[in-house]
């Protein structure tokens, strides 16, 4: 196991779950609460390995990796391209992901008695994208989500959960000003949006670009703990 992975127990496989993951060693012996953390396009669950760093040991940190395989050790939520005119998603691949995801979540907190109340999930660019589509669309199934060098899929507006139903969400929205893979006008339609929904969230802009910066994990890191004390 990698240097990466060394902190993680081994890849779960359990069907019943529907993605590959990892979990943080040692499991708390009675976890408070769940972070569970996706990865960006071409990428792997050992990349979210850093972000974990500095959580509560009472905390079941999940890693779970992408349905889809690109290559070796390289994985997606969905296939993407980048074209003149922006990214253009495989929008069917998202969809399946998310309804994935959902079931996922669901059953991790089933197999570790984890309320949703007490879960969040969040993720790092196509991780972060899917960690929004899950929470806006079925938002009984976390207390927030993170959105790290992400976007919201416009395509995820028929699925978008009522006001009244996302009243108690939160949401962590985090971008730089300099990412040339995602342009941080999207960190500002995220922003105009949530606002639109009457999401509570926050929005931290960073001198950098397309990545997760020290300052921006710490700021994620204390958005994590007063949300759920």
Not at 80 to 93: C, H, K, L, R, Y
Request: proline share 7%.
């Amino acid at each position: 196991m990698s240097a990466a992975t060394s902190r993680f127990g081994e890849l779960q496989t359990g069907p019943q779950l529907g993605l590959c993951y990892r979990l943080a060693q040692p499991v708390p012996e009675t976890p408070r609460r769940c972070v569970i953390l996706l990865h960006g396009v071409g990428s792997n669950e050992a990349n979210m390995a850093d972000l974990a760093r500095g959580m509560r040991p009472d905390t079941l940190v999940v890693l779970a990796r992408g349905p889809l395989t690109l290559g070796p050790g390289q994985f997606a939520w969905f296939r993407v391209a980048f074209t003149a005119n922006g990214p253009s998603a495989d929008i069917e691949q998202a969809e399946r992901s998310r309804q994935t995801l959902i079931h996922f979540v669901r059953q991790i907190q089933l197999s570790y008695g984890i309320t949703p109340a007490n879960t969040v999930i969040a993720g790092f660019s196509q991780g972060g994208i899917m960690s929004a589509s899950v929470a806006l669309s079925a938002p009984e199934s976390v207390a927030g989500f993170g959105l790290l060098s992400g976007r919201i899929l416009p395509e995820l507006a028929p699925h978008l959960a009522s006001r009244e139903r996302l009243a108690k969400l939160k949401a962590f929205v985090s971008h730089g000003e300099q990412d040339n893979v995602l342009p941080v006008a999207w960190a500002h339609k995220s922003d105009a949006l949530l606002t639109d929904l009457g999401v509570t969230h926050e929005l931290h802009l960073f001198p950098m670009d397309h990545g997760i910066s020290a300052a921006m994990h710490a700021d994620f890191l204390s958005w994590l703990a007063a949300i759920n004390p």
